[in-house]
């Protein structure tokens, strides 16, 4: 052996701690994030951060936890010492966000850290640990500090400068530190949190036990719109449990930066968990936006594994396609309901006096809900009906007049006495174009309640006033003004008619190809074709193995008869392969039914009697997801009297 070869050698412990800095500490706000969840772990019920020049110059976070012990000081800054773990059985369930115990120590090779900490009642039991040398040695001397730990990290990189070149400005640095502080304050709503840069606060917040005081939070922190256009879930499964909040689809960004999901109160970024999202979104969110959301996944520790990520970004199901099945179905239940008679007013004011149902709390709306749709019948007989209009002519106050709406709603009533359980399906007209309209409104939707406690209320929508351009409907609420997009309003209403229809086929029409298609595959897609045969052809797809690598599509749904057999081919088999399910063959065929609604349905320069377009504005309170069109756009938008009011300069 050459004399001149490198020899293997242990590395100084300084060293090896800056080499895993490398993974954990990549700028300052990972330095945050890794303190914070030691106070968490620590049982906090107080943590304050406090940043200078964006956290190059300082990082203290300090919390009222259990503390730290003097013996046991010397180890907190030790690579792999740990009180969180103590054996495999434990790493398998741990529930701790921190449990590697190697934070402290790779922060400590990069920066100067101070660590405070007692764990007695008296305040003069505290003691405070450096790390120094280029061994790490700890050093322990006695230091006041009341019940807690505050950790203090100064000089981030002072002995790495090619790391500290890597930093940006500091406005840039503090809005990856807020961003971290962000995600664990809305992790846990029963801590108070204090977050302040450069002796200024930014954030203070009290704890929060109500579902109130935890809106009241995410509105400090993401701003009053979220809450003013999310909507609350709560639903529970097979051990599984979802709440929190979803953005409507009116209410979407630019970008990807409002999305937060916590798997067992760990925030985590899991492409199952993405796919699941993106699915339940698909048809009613529009093109190149991204939906808003804070959701939290509970489930025994036991079946998640969050040690697959030096991060812990990632986590890894036992059970994925349980796991997706269940986050995609809830949340496509509860965007479904999105329509009308439940969304939120689209610019409208408040009224001067709260309904009942405007100051419900959102588990309260949620509950309400559910319980109404359980209780609906399930074998009414459908009647057909034809709306009757209501003169809305000049009075003296501003909403229709309410003895007006209680005759017409009482005549309605007696005309239709089953209305409540029954969709309301308009008779064709005597115009010939609206008397084309598809045969699909034969078909149940989930029915909405009409306002029987009240008989002068109006319905959601309101009533139609007449048409604009030919394009729009003009209608009166007691809210203000409705305008609503007659083409996209109804092009919802044929497609949601048109899926529920296809759902209640049984199984799909496929179609033999006269020629079968070669498919080159790889050894992965054949495997994956032949572990998931049966859900394949549940989906009308004939797939054999012609070869080690070598795939033959012989049947396709007649649907997709034009579709490319290749392109639809090797997207399901990803999808199977990455998430155990897949919405390909669902995706096409919906595709397919909104290129038919949008063709099939109302045009524009279209006249209209007063009679079809309020029978328009009650099937678009009656379909799930009416407040959008198939391609993500709105389909009405309202604007209360206060905003006219305002516009005219009325009462100033």
């Known amino acids: 052996m050459s004399s001149n070869a490198p020899r293997i050698h242990v590395l100084d412990p300084r060293l090896a701690n800056q080499i895993a800095a490398g993974e954990v500490v990549e700028r300052p706000a990972s330095v945050t994030k890794e303190l914070i969840e030691n106070a968490i772990d620590a049982g906090s019920q107080r943590i304050e951060v406090e940043i200078e020049q964006g956290g190059t110059r300082l990082i203290k976070v300090r919390d009222d936890g259990i503390g730290i012990g003097e013996e046991d000081l010397p180890l907190a800054l030790a ?23 190697e934070a402290l120590a790779s922060i400590s090779s990069v920066s100067r850290l101070e660590l405070i900490s007692n764990a007695d009642e008296d305040p003069r039991q505290g003691w405070r640990v450096v790390a120094e040398g280029r061994g790490m040695e700890a050093r322990v001397t006695p230091a006041p500090h009341p019940r807690g730990t505050s950790v203090g990290v100064r000089d981030l990189f002072f002995n790495t400068p090619a790391r500290r070149k890597f930093l940006r400005t500091e406005k840039t640095e503090f809005a990856h530190v807020e961003e971290a502080f962000r995600r664990q304050a809305l992790s846990r709503y029963d801590i108070a949190w204090v977050l302040r840069h450069n002796q200024k606060v930014v954030h203070q917040l009290p704890p929060g036990h109500s579902v109130a005081a935890r809106e009241r939070r995410i509105a400090s922190l993401l701003g009053k719109n979220f809450i003013e256009h999310a909507r609350y879930i709560e639903r529970e499964a097979g051990g599984l449990r979802l709440s929190g909040w979803v953005g409507l689809p009116t209410h979407s960004r630019s970008q990807a930066d409002q999305q937060y999901f916590f798997v067992n109160g760990r925030v985590v970024r899991d492409r199952l968990v993405a796919h699941a999202v993106r699915q339940a979104y698909r048809d009613v969110l529009f093109n190149g936006r991204h939906p808003v959301f804070v959701l939290y996944l509970e489930l025994d520790p036991d079946v998640v594994d969050v040690n697959v990520h030096p991060t812990k970004h990632e986590v890894r199901f036992r059970d994925g396609r349980m796991v997706h099945d269940f986050l995609y179905s809830s949340l496509h ?19 001067a006096t709260q309904s009942q149902e405007d100051v419900l709390s959102p588990v309260q709306k949620e509950h309400a809900r559910e319980s109404a749709e359980q209780g609906l019948e399930e074998g009414a007989e459908q009647p057909r009906w034809q709306q009757q209009g209501i003169a809305l002519t000049h009075s003296p106050d501003r909403h229709p007049g309410a003895e007006r709406v209680r005759r017409f709603m009482q005549g309605y009533q007696a005309l239709h006495p089953n209305h409540e359980e029954t969709l309301l399906a308009p008779q064709a007209s005597t115009s010939s174009e609206w008397a084309g309209r598809e045969t699909a409104s034969e078909v149940r939707e989930v029915p909405q309640m009409m306002p029987d406690d009240d008989p002068t209320a109006p319905p959601p929508l309101g009533f139609a006033l007449g048409q604009l351009h030919g394009i729009y409907i003009v209608a009166q609420n007691a809210q203000g003004l409705v305008l ?48 998931e045969q049966e859900a394949i052809a549940k989906l009308g797809i004939e797939l054999d193995i012609a070869g080690p690598e070598t795939l033959l599509v012989r049947q396709l749904p007649a649907l997709l008869a034009q579709a490319d057999p290749e392109a639809l081919v090797r997207q399901m088999l990803e999808e199977l392969a990455r998430f155990g399910r897949t919405h390909q063959v669902e995706a096409r065929l919906h595709e397919l039914l909104s290129t038919m609604a949008c063709h099939g349905s109302v045009r524009a320069n279209r006249r209209l009697t007063i009679d079809e377009m309020n029978a328009l504005l009650r099937d678009m309170e009656r379909t799930e997801r009416s407040d959008q069109c198939n391609h993500g756009r709105p389909t009405w938008t309202q604007m209360g009297l206060k905003a006219l009011d305002r516009l005219f300069l009325r009462g100033q």
Not at 338 to 351: F, H, I, N, R, Y
Not at 486 to 507: C, F, P, S, W
């Open 333 to 351: 239940h509860c965007l479904a309901s999105s329509k009308p008679a439940e969304s939120d007013e689209q610019g409208a004011d408040e009224l």
């Open 484 to 531: 609503v997009d007659m083409h996209a309003a109804h092009e919802r209403i044929v497609y949601e008619r048109m899926k529920t229809q296809l759902a209640a086929a049984k199984g799909l029409d496929a179609q033999p190809l006269l020629v079968p298609v070669s498919i080159a595959a790889s050894r992965a897609e054949v495997a994956t074709a032949e572990s």
């Open 79 to 101: 690579r792999h010492a740990t009180s969180k773990i103590g054996s495999l059985e434990d790493l398998e369930g741990v529930s701790s966000l921190g449990f590697r115990g």
